[in-house]
């Protein structure tokens, strides 16, 4: 009886199908960010500014210089990296309560 687990598997895999369809005609589609009319009229002064063309456009820390100019923080692609953390056992900077031993049970007298 050979049969029975073909029979099984393909009704898997067809029930597998039918439940990725029902989901994905469940999702609803992306929506575009809103348009902020302050936002696009900036850009549009940078890019007048700056003589940007189809061919040519204006490079991209350019326009983030412009546009922090006018008041809008820079993309995150183009916001300078947070600094590394300190190494392993180094000192974190200077605290205040190095003497409390509360704070710092391993302070000495």
Same mark, same amino acid.
């Given at each position: 009886m050979a049969v029975f687990p073909r029979w099984s598997t393909a009704l898997f895999a067809f029930a597998m199908t039918a439940a990725a369809a029902a989901y994905a005609q469940d999702r609803d589609p /992306? #929506? =575009?960010p809103p348009h902020d009319p302050a936002f696009e009229a900036a850009m549009?002064?940078?890019w007048v500014d700056y003589g940007g063309e189809p061919d040519d456009p204006v490079p991209a820390d350019t326009m983030a210089e412009c546009m922090a100019s006018k008041g809008?923080? /820079?993309p #995150?692609?183009?916001r300078p990296p /947070?600094? /590394? =953390?300190?190494p392993h056992g180094a000192p974190r900077g200077d605290d205040e309560d190095d003497d409390d031993p509360i704070a710092?049970?391993?302070a000495g007298p």
């Open positions: /992306p #929506r =575009p549009d002064d940078c809008f923080p /820079p #995150r692609h183009l /947070p600094p /590394p =953390p300190p710092n049970p391993f």
